[in-house]
C-alpha cells in the first residue's frame, strides 16, 4: 500500500505533514498510518540518494576520477558484507527484525557496514597511495576484484542464512534496494551520518580543486595532503556505509549525480559537493516515482532500476572516456 | 656575472643530505647546500645525477633518510605545517601532473590557498597580489583563458605568477625552459633574475648552461649526487670542471658585450 500510487491531494498532504510532526492530527487514523510510512520512505530516498551521491564525489576528488564511486570500487559490497555480518551474529538475538523494521540494533548494523566500507576503501587507497590518482584501468581492474570477492562472500552469507528463513528473507528483501519499511531509528542514523559527512564538505572542497593539478602540486600550495584524504574517504565511506545499512546497495547513484551535477554546476568541488546533495534525492526519488508509476503492480526498490538505468550509463562514460587513452 | 659575497644566514639550507628510492642506488649521499637571500643559483649536471630528486628533498616533496632542511626563519622543514611551509617556500614544476580547466585567473589565485584562514574566501588584498602577479607576468587579458588552451610559454608564465602569489621569501624552479623557444627562455630568465633583485632566494635546476651561466650569480654542478663544484659562472663553466663530468665534445666561448661565458657541444 505504501508503495502504491494512488494519489493524494495537497491539502490531504499537508494535514498528514502536520499531523507527523505531531501537530493535532486532522486525517482519520488509517489515513495518517499511511502518510507516516510514505514520509518515511521519500525521506529514506532523500537521506539514502544525498550519500551516496556526496560519497561518489568525494572519492572521484581524492583519486582524480570521474568514474570511482561507492558501486564501483567495491566500498558498497564491503558495507553490505560488513552489515550482513553484524546481522548474521545478531540474528539469534532478532538481527532479522532489525532490518524488518520490527527491532534490533540499527546502530550495530551501521558499523558493521561502517567497518566493511573502510575495509575495501583501504585496500582501494593502498593500491593508489603511490601516485594519488587511480587510472581507469586500475580502477576497473581493483573494482572487479573487490566486487567478485565481496559479492562471492555475500552470496556464501547469503547461503549460509539459509537455515533461518527469516534472516534469509531479510538479506532478500534488503538486496532489492529497498526504501520502504525503514525504522525511525535507521532514519535518525541515516541523516546523523549524512550530516557529519556534510560537515566535512567546507574542509575539502577547496583542497579537493587543488587536488586536480596533482598531489605533489597541491601540498606545494599548502594542501595538508594525507589530512584531506583521510577526511574526505572517511567521509565518503560513512556516507555510503550509511545508505546501504538502510537500503543495502543502489548502484551508480554516486557516479550518475557527481556526473550530471558537473554538466550544470562545472568542475569545482566548492559547488559539485554541495548540488550532490541535492541532486542525489532529486535522481533517487525520481527514479522511484518513476518505477512506481511504470509498474505500479511491483513492489520494487528504486535499485532495480537505478541498476538498469546506471549501466548503460557507466558503459557510456567509458565509452566517451576512449579517446582519453593515451593519457590513462 | 661575478659572485656576490655571500650574505650571513642562508635562507634555506642543506645539511647532509642522504637519500635513496626504495631498493635503489643512493641518489644522494650527504649533500650539503646553502641559498642566500637576493641569489639566483642555477643547479646543473647531466641527466640522472639527482637534480631533480635533490629540489624534492628541498621543496618537502620527498623526505632525505639523514640530513636536514632547514629555512632561516621558520627552523628544520620537517616541522612545518603544509601551510606554513608554502608560505616560506614556492616551488614551480615543470609541468602539472594534470592541466586542470580552470581559467589563469582562477589557477593564479590557487597560489593564496596557503595564506586562506581555513573556510575563508579570498580577500581584497588577495585579489590584489593575483592582479599585480598577473600584471608582472604578463598575462594581463588572458585571465579567463582556459588553463589547456594556453601555449607553453604563457602556461609557464601563469606557473610563475602562482608562485608569486604565494609570497614565499624562497622559490624552487624545475627546469623553466624547458619546452620554451629562444626568445621565451630568455624572457623567462630574465623574468627570474628580476624576482632575486626584490631580495629572494631562487634555486633553479636547468640544462642550459648558458643562460645559467649568464643570469645565476652562482652555479653548482651536482654529479652522481655530489656537488662536485660551486661557484660563479667563470669558475664553473671552464673545461676543468665541465670535461669530467660531459666530457670532452664541448666548446668554449665568450658572449662578445656581456663577456660572459657559454658552452656549446661540438661534433668531431
Known amino acids: 500500500m505504501v508503495g502504491s500510487t494512488e494519489r493524494w491531494s495537497a491539502g490531504e498532504c499537508w494535514s498528514g505533514l502536520w499531523g507527523a510532526l505531531g501537530g493535532q492530527p486532522e486525517l482519520e487514523l488509517a489515513r495518517q498510518r499511511i502518510f507516516d510510512l510514505r514520509l518515511a520512505r521519500a525521506l529514506t530516498g532523500l537521506g539514502v540518494g544525498a550519500a551516496l551521491a556526496l560519497s561518489g564525489a568525494l572519492m572521484q576528488g581524492v583519486f582524480r576520477n570521474d568514474l570511482a564511486s561507492p558501486s564501483v570500487l567495491g566500498v558498497s559490497s564491503g558495507a553490505s558484507v560488513g552489515a550482513s555480518l553484524v546481522l548474521m551474529a545478531l540474528s539469534s538475538g532478532g538481527g532479522a527484525r532489525a532490518l524488518l523494521g520490527a527491532g534490533g540494533s540499527p546502530l550495530l548494523v551501521t558499523a558493521g557496514a561502517l567497518l566493511g566500507a573502510l575495509f575495501a576503501m583501504l585496500l582501494v587507497a593502498s593500491v593508489a597511495s603511490r601516485a594519488g590518482r587511480i587510472s581507469v584501468p586500475t580502477l576497473l581492474l581493483l573494482g572487479i576484484a573487490l566486487n567478485a570477492t565481496l559479492g562471492g562472500f555475500q552470496t556464501l552469507l547469503h547461503s549460509l542464512a539459509l537455515a533461518d528463513f527469516e534472516v534469509a528473507r531479510a538479506l532478500m528483501v534488503w538486496g532489492f534496494g529497498t526504501l520502504d519499511d525503514r525504522l525511525p531509528a535507521q532514519l535518525w542514523l541515516l541523516f546523523a551520518a549524512l550530516l557529519v559527512c556534510a560537515a566535512a564538505i567546507p574542509f575539502v572542497a577547496h583542497e579537493l580543486d587543488l587536488f586536480e593539478s596533482g598531489e605533489e602540486d597541491a601540498a606545494h600550495l599548502g594542501v595538508d595532503i594525507r589530512t584531506i584524504r583521510i577526511l574526505a574517504l572517511g567521509a565518503a565511506c560513512l556516507a555510503a556505509a550509511a545508505a546501504v545499512a538502510v537500503s543495502w546497495q543502489i548502484g551508480f547513484v554516486g557516479l550518475v549525480v557527481p556526473h550530471l551535477a558537473r554538466l550544470v554546476f562545472g568542475r569545482s568541488y566548492r559547488r559539485l559537493l554541495p548540488a550532490c546533495l541535492l541532486g542525489g534525492p532529486a535522481l533517487l526519488l525520481g527514479i522511484d516515482t518513476l518505477q512506481r508509476l511504470m509498474l505500479p503492480k511491483l513492489s520494487l526498490g528504486p535499485g532495480v532500476l537505478m541498476s538498469l538505468v546506471g549501466g548503460p550509463f557507466f558503459f557510456f562514460l567509458l565509452l566517451q572516456q576512449r579517446g582519453r587513452l593515451r593519457t590513462w | ?268
Not at chain 2, 642522504?18 to 647531466?46: K, N, R, S, T
Not at chain 2, 609541468?95 to 580577500?123: I, K, M, N, T
Not at chain 2, 630568455?186 to 648552461?209: K, M, N, P, S, Y
Request: charged share 15%.
Open chain 2, 1 to 268: 656575472m661575478v659572485s656576490e659575497p655571500a650574505p650571513a644566514a642562508p635562507a634555506l639550507s642543506a645539511r647532509g643530505l642522504h637519500f635513496a628510492y626504495p631498493g635503489g642506488a643512493p641518489v644522494l649521499a650527504g649533500l650539503d647546500l646553502d641559498l642566500f637571500p637576493g641569489e639566483l643559483y642555477a643547479l646543473i649536471g647531466p641527466n640522472g645525477s639527482g637534480k631533480s630528486t635533490l629540489l624534492r628533498l628541498l621543496s618537502g616533496a620527498l623526505t632525505p633518510a639523514r640530513g636536514e632542511v632547514r629555512l632561516a626563519a621558520e627552523g628544520p622543514l620537517k616541522r612545518l605545517s603544509s601551510r606554513q611551509r608554502a608560505r616560506a617556500l614556492a616551488m614551480v614544476p615543470q609541468g602539472l601532473a594534470q592541466v586542470p580547466e580552470w581559467c589563469v585567473a582562477d589557477f593564479v589565485a590557487s597560489g593564496r590557498y596557503a595564506h586562506l584562514p581555513p573556510l575563508r574566501s579570498p580577500s581584497a588584498a588577495d585579489r590584489a597580489a593575483v592582479a599585480a602577479a598577473l600584471e608582472t607576468c604578463d598575462l594581463s587579458g588572458l585571465e579567463q583563458r582556459p588553463l589547456p588552451e594556453l601555449s607553453g610559454g604563457q602556461r609557464q608564465r601563469a606557473l610563475l605568477a602562482r608562485a608569486l602569489v604565494q609570497e614565499s621569501p624562497v622559490w624552487l624552479v624545475d627546469e623553466p625552459t624547458s619546452s620554451l623557444d629562444l626568445p621565451h627562455q630568455l624572457a623567462t630568465f630574465e623574468l627570474i633574475a628580476a624576482l632575486t633583485c626584490q631580495g629572494r632566494a631562487v634555486l633553479t635546476v636547468t640544462h642550459d648552461l648558458n643562460l645559467a651561466g649568464q643570469f645565476a650569480t652562482r652555479l653548482g654542478l651536482l654529479n652522481g649526487g655530489r656537488l662536485v663544484a660551486q661557484g660563479s659562472a667563470e669558475e664553473v663553466l671552464c673545461p676543468a670542471v665541465l670535461e669530467p663530468v660531459y666530457g670532452p665534445r664541448l666548446h668554449y666561448g665568450r658572449l662578445p658585450g656581456s663577456g660572459a661565458p657559454f658552452v656549446l657541444p661540438a661534433r668531431g
